[in-house]
């Protein structure tokens, strides 16, 4: 996993803290309260739950202020953190390019117990197989 910082809403956090022994799931998506993205969040939000229950964590990461990730968690009972990538630092690190060449990426990566990424999806419009896929994934690695 690619060792960056970035803002959450107590301060700074280093990625590779918040890995889990059932894993984490880190999805780059483009903006808060946009429509594909908050399907997208509240699907991760609605199976979150499964994700605990496998010993692995969810993370939303987009440009966003801190402040509009918390009115966005809010608004929609977002459990799980939502951390600010301003100036793209962690996209590059991961190798999250641009749709079209001006639309953020959307991409999501399961990463197991140790930080190792054990899977990539990168689609704009897919946003119900982000959470699918990387569920899939997570449950693969606890019975492994």
Do not use: W
Request: proline share 6%; charged share 25%; aromatic share 10%.
């Amino acid at each position: 996993m690619p060792k960056v910082t970035l803002r959450g809403s107590d301060g700074p956090v280093q990625l590779t803290d918040l890995v889990r022994p059932g894993g984490l799931v880190v999805y780059f998506y483009p903006r808060d309260d946009t429509p594909g993205c908050t399907v997208e969040s509240c699907h991760f939000r609605d199976v979150y739950e499964d994700f605990v229950g496998a010993g692995a964590d969810v993370v939303g990461i987009s440009a966003d202020s801190p402040e509009s990730h918390d009115k966005f968690k809010a608004k929609h009972r977002l459990p799980f953190r939502l951390l600010t990538d301003e100036q793209n630092a962690a996209r590059a690190a991961f190798g999250v390019g641009a749709t079209l060449g001006f639309l953020p990426g959307r991409v999501t990566f399961v990463f197991d117990g140790q930080g190792v990424c054990r899977y990539a999806f990168d689609s704009q419009l897919r946003v119900h197989a982000h959470v699918e896929r990387a569920l899939a994934e997570i449950r693969k690695l606890g019975a492994g």
